[in-house]
């Protein structure tokens, strides 16, 4: 099956600085990558996401970039405010019988945001 | 905006009993999954749901869980003779149907405390 190694497990910056987060997987079948900001005691939610015949999008101050042949993908935050505090996740993920995709997640990244 | 939502928000348990976890997927939405995520730990997926049946289960789904769509709202997860390691915090997440988006749209959680 899918792995999803994520690095760091922790990262902090200063308001202001970008932030880098890495993922790599395993399994050459995936094609869906999205990524997801989970804040403390709250629900997981998408905040952009990635498919495997595009090798970068970005939203605002989001991106993130994917190489397939290396098997990674990263997501990276510009100007970073306190409100990105939380911990994202990646994932990878590959279409299943009867068209859904279930996601292989990553350990998480806790992001601080030091004002 | 229509969310997915659960209930309860936090259910205790003895070990042993059975605990019914409740979730109404958004309305239009055609899959729906199960994940739990242990303290501190990655969201692991558990089950998807499609036309009234389980899609894809993963080992962690074995015959102590069972999910049901009763009627045409709600989607359960049951746990039959809860252990102390199916502590966690269940969400259920929906989505439509993948051709049109692949985004999976997560509830608030249940935290499930087994004693």
């Known amino acids: 099956g899918e792995n999803v190694e994520q690095h760091p497990s922790t990262l902090s910056v200063q308001e202001g600085d970008s932030a880098v987060i890495k993922c790599t997987y395993s399994d050459s079948a995936s094609n869906y990558f999205p990524w997801y900001k989970q804040e403390l005691g709250k629900r997981p939610q998408l905040i952009i996401d990635i498919r495997s015949n595009v090798g970068e999008k970005k939203d605002q101050r989001i991106a993130v970039t994917l190489n397939k042949t290396a098997k990674h993908f990263s997501l990276h935050i510009t100007e970073t405010q306190p409100e990105d505090s939380a911990v994202y996740f990646c994932a990878a993920s590959s279409a299943v019988s009867g068209g859904s995709y279930i996601p292989t997640f990553g350990r998480g990244t806790s992001l601080i945001v030091h004002p | 905006e229509p969310e997915v939502t659960q209930t309860p928000s936090h259910q205790v348990t003895q070990m042993g009993q059975e605990v019914i976890l409740r979730c109404v997927p958004i309305?239009?939405?055609?899959?729906f999954y199960w994940y739990r995520q242990i303290l501190g730990q990655k969201v692991e997926f558990l089950v998807s749901?499609?036309?009234?049946?389980?899609?894809?289960k993963s080992e962690i789904f074995d015959d102590q869980f069972s999910v049901e769509r009763p009627d045409g709202s709600n989607f359960t997860l049951k746990i039959r003779s809860t252990k102390l390691e199916d502590s966690a915090m269940y969400f259920c997440a929906s989505s439509e149907y993948f051709g049109t988006s692949y985004e999976q749209y997560f509830g608030p959680g249940t935290r499930l405390t087994v004693t």
């Open positions: 749901f499609y036309n009234n049946e389980i899609s894809e």
């Open positions: 309305s239009n939405h055609l899959y």
